[in-house]
């Protein structure tokens, strides 16, 4: 089983990314998905979370109304689209699978973990 996480880069601060994870070896259509991120010299942190058929999603208060999250089952994929980046959003991001059907902002939930996409913003 694999998560493969992709699209972060080198942005400026006000930009936008996608990061897009994609997972292989099993589907995760009754899986709850969502997204961490850490950066340096801090713990890892939830950021966005989605129920596994997308009717419920979850953010961390600092990306309200700027990343949404996306899932989609056929493709066995979870998005993140992240506007008006700052330079507080720089942090390696990682996608996970959780164990349940729900989406939870608990990292002890998620049973499953991608190997992370930087995304640096420069002010």
């Known amino acids: 089983v694999q998560l493969q996480a992709s699209g972060g880069g080198l942005v400026q601060a006000g930009e936008s990314l996608r990061l897009s994870c994609a997972a292989s070896?099993?589907?995760?259509?009754?899986?709850?998905l969502g997204w961490f991120r850490q950066a340096p010299g801090k713990e890892r942190e939830f950021v966005a979370g989605?129920?596994?058929?997308?009717?419920?999603?979850l953010y961390a208060d600092p990306v309200k109304g700027r990343f949404t999250i996306f899932r989609d089952n056929a493709k066995n994929t979870v998005d993140l689209q992240m506007n008006s980046l700052n330079p507080e959003d720089t942090a390696a991001y990682y996608c996970?699978?959780?164990?349940?059907?729900?989406?939870?902002?608990?990292?002890?939930?998620?049973?499953?973990w991608g190997q992370g996409t930087q995304v640096t913003v420069s002010s």
């Open positions: 996970a699978a959780a164990r349940r059907s729900f989406a939870s902002p608990s990292s002890s939930d998620y049973a499953y």
């Open positions: 070896g099993r589907t995760f259509s009754n899986n709850g």
């Open positions: 989605i129920s596994w058929r997308g009717g419920s999603t």
